[in-house]
């Protein structure tokens, strides 16, 4: 028994029974108990993770940037949106639009715009802005042709009237020239051809006007000579005949 407790003993101060101790332990301190089999301790449970503070974690991003796919589902109380239904339109009927005097739209592109501003849902009083507009602009363009024309044909009468040789004191007498040689030139056609000059703008131009006069001139009729009285009151007869008068040969009664 002594034998047996002295053998415990040896354990628990860790020797080996070759007599010399694993350690030696200072003196008055306790002998560390011996470490259990590696074989026959137990596993350790693993660490449990310490929880994020939810004040330094910021939550994840509504939006990650990736598009959803096909057919998802939409949000949480948002009603889902059929493909191509959209609301209809009520339907409106217009009335005739007021045009500015002049301005003549055809039906069938006035019916086009109607339609056109019906499927837009215009009103009444917005469509006649547009029509406006319209308006106001075609009347620009189309009278912006006919202002220069217009401007043209002045600038041409100013150059004629103030050139030496056409105009000035001559330009009366130049254009009667002109219109009496033509007419004897061209007969019955000369009337066709002032319609012409009329036409084009042509009868005002200088360079039109400077030929016209040279090709009409030698057709015009001369200017009549004033007559001047002749020196003796008797004829020819009386001349020849002096002695036979009252015979009707010409002698002066």
């Not at 009366?172 to 012409?196: M, P, Q, R, V």
């Amino acid at each position: 028994m002594f034998n047996l407790f002295k053998f415990n003993h040896r354990l628990l101060e860790g020797d080996d029974g070759s007599g010399a101790a694993a350690s030696a332990a200072p003196a008055g301190t306790p002998a560390a108990p011996a470490a259990a089999p590696a074989a026959s301790a137990p596993a350790a449970a693993p660490a449990a993770a310490a929880p994020a503070d939810p004040g330094l974690t910021p939550p994840a991003s509504m939006l990650d940037g990736v598009p959803a796919p096909d057919g998802a589902k939409p949000l949480e109380g948002e009603a889902p949106k059929p493909e191509g239904e959209t609301k209809p339109l009520e339907p409106v009927e217009y009335k005739d639009f007021a045009l500015p005097e002049g301005i003549h739209v055809q039906p069938d592109r006035m019916n086009a715009f109607k339609e056109e501003a019906a499927k837009s849902g215009l009103s009444q009083d917005v469509a006649q802005k547009f029509v406006d507009m319209y308006a106001e602009n075609f009347k620009q363009l189309s009278e912006a042709p006919m202002r220069a024309w217009t401007e043209l044909q002045n600038k041409w009468q100013a150059e004629v009237k103030a050139d030496p040789e056409i105009g000035g004191a001559n330009l009366d007498k130049n254009l009667a020239t002109i219109k009496s040689g033509l007419s004897n030139l061209l007969g019955e056609g000369a009337s066709k051809f002032y319609e012409a000059l009329n036409l084009t703008g042509a009868g005002n131009n200088p360079e039109i006007i400077r030929g016209l006069l040279k090709a009409a001139a030698p057709h015009a009729p001369a200017s009549p000579v004033e007559g001047r009285p002749g020196g003796s009151s008797k004829s020819a007869g009386s001349i020849m005949y002096p002695t036979m008068a009252g015979l009707g040969n010409g002698h002066e009664t």
